[in-house]
């Protein structure tokens, strides 16, 4: 009977022993390839006010759709954005293939509504100074230094893993990968 009243302590500071080590590690943010597979992590949570002012999260469509998360300048606008304006060119192929496009700026609800962008596109409002979701979705999309977003692209599947370890990492050329996931041959811009 004494045995077991020392097993829990000891099975308890065994085990914060080793979530300390695994927080103190310092991890390495490039990604890890293996096979020709990028090492995947769980995408960073997305919940921001869309163009009809409602909150729209990432987790409500994880399980149900593949995603891209677009980041775009929000002073320029959804129009202007030469990755939105592919995508939304080909919208008939992304809805086919049961993507859903989360797009991020600081533009307001109102200036995404005067957008004319498919039901599958929804924009986003992270607002400035703060840019909270720009922040959590690391330096690919925030850049500390000048405290100014970034725009940048990222493929998130079903399960809610994106390409990353410690942060997401973008995608190196959006147009050709995006291209290639629809299986449309890919003319540089």
Do not use: C
């Amino acid at each position: 009977m004494r045995l077991r009243i020392l097993v829990l302590p000891l099975a308890a500071v065994m085990i914060s022993g080793m979530v300390w080590h695994k927080l103190q590690q310092d991890h390495d943010r490039t990604p890890v390839t293996t096979n020709g597979q990028t090492s995947r992590m769980q995408a960073p949570p997305i919940e921001a006010i869309d163009a009809e002012n409602s909150i729209t999260r990432l987790k409500s469509f994880l399980g149900r759709h593949n995603l891209l998360v677009v980041f775009f300048d929000g002073e320029a606008g959804a129009g202007a954005d030469k990755t939105l304006q592919h995508l939304k060119q080909h919208s008939a192929e992304l809805k086919a293939a049961d993507y859903h496009v989360i797009a991020v700026s600081s533009a307001l609800p109102q200036q995404n509504r005067k957008t004319d962008f498919p039901p599958l596109f929804h924009l986003l409002t992270d607002p400035e100074p703060i840019w909270k979701v720009h922040r959590e979705w690391g330096s690919g999309t925030f850049d500390e230094e000048a405290g100014a977003p970034r725009q940048a692209v990222f493929h998130i599947d079903r399960a809610g893993n994106v390409a990353g370890i410690s942060e997401p990492l973008p995608l190196d050329n959006p147009d050709q990968f995006i291209d290639e996931l629809l299986g449309l041959k890919h003319e540089p811009h």
